[in-house]
């Protein structure tokens, strides 16, 4: 088993125990998921370094405590983002939901999902990677030619009729890995913004879920802000 697909089922694990619970040993680990102890050991680094988990010297690996969230109200139309944007098609698939993705799109594990990869682009330079998520029974004559350029959502409402209404969309910091850090052009484990993003129709249907790396050193977001006479 690959490295990112022991990753992908580690993220399954976390999703299930709760913060601050202790992981299997590597060696059980590397016995369940059917790969080699250094491929565990090497997800489980990558994983440790996007916040997800922690090693204790001579304790093992736990989940990292429960993050603080804030939510910030919501915005019907962001301004466009400064310089020419552009998007570059890295790979576009149907592969299975899985356990984890299966319950964020609230699809069957084995149900097939479009999976897209793209490289944004400002000014001709690399700014963010976008893996998005599609079921492929909401969008099932998808093709590369609709996600190569262009709005995706634009393509969505147009070609295919499917109308994203809302998202929830959480926003953190991580670093690059060693596959996000080539395609970015950066250094490995350089600062990055993670934002992951589930979007639903009218109807309240899931049709997409993305997660994106934007470059730490090059991107940033600003918010006005408005105080009333009872703010903190």
């Known amino acids: 088993m690959r490295r990112a697909e022991v990753q992908e089922r580690l993220r399954e694990l976390i999703d299930v125990v709760a913060p601050g619970d202790a992981l299997p040993s590597e060696r059980d680990l590397s016995a369940d998921l059917g790969a080699s102890r250094p491929t565990v050991r090497a997800a489980i680094e990558e994983l440790a370094k996007e916040g997800l988990l922690v090693r204790r010297h001579g304790r093992g690996t736990f989940t990292n405590p429960r993050k603080i969230s804030q939510e910030v109200p919501s915005t019907a139309d962001l301004p466009p983002a400064e310089g020419d944007w552009n998007s570059e098609l890295l790979d576009f698939e149907t592969v299975p939901a899985g356990a984890r993705l299966a319950r964020r799109l609230e699809v069957s594990p084995a149900d097939d999902l479009f999976r897209i990869l793209r490289r944004r682009l400002v000014d001709g330079q690399p700014m963010a990677l976008e893996e998005i998520r599609l079921p492929r029974a909401v969008t099932p004559g998808l093709t590369r030619e609709d996600v190569a350029e262009g709005s995706l959502y634009h393509r969505l409402r147009n070609r295919h009729g499917v109308i994203p209404a809302e998202a929830l969309q959480t926003t953190e910091p991580t670093v690059t890995d060693a596959t996000e850090s080539r395609l970015l052009g950066v250094p490995l484990h350089s600062p990055a913004l993670l934002f992951e ?30 105080f009333g006479p009872h703010s903190g």
Do not use: F, K, N, V
Request: aromatic residues 10%; glycine residues 6%.
């Open 197 to 226: 993003r589930t979007t639903r129709d009218a109807d309240g249907r899931p049709i997409e879920y993305a997660r994106s790396i934007y470059r730490g050193d090059r991107y940033r977001i600003t918010q006005h802000l408005r």
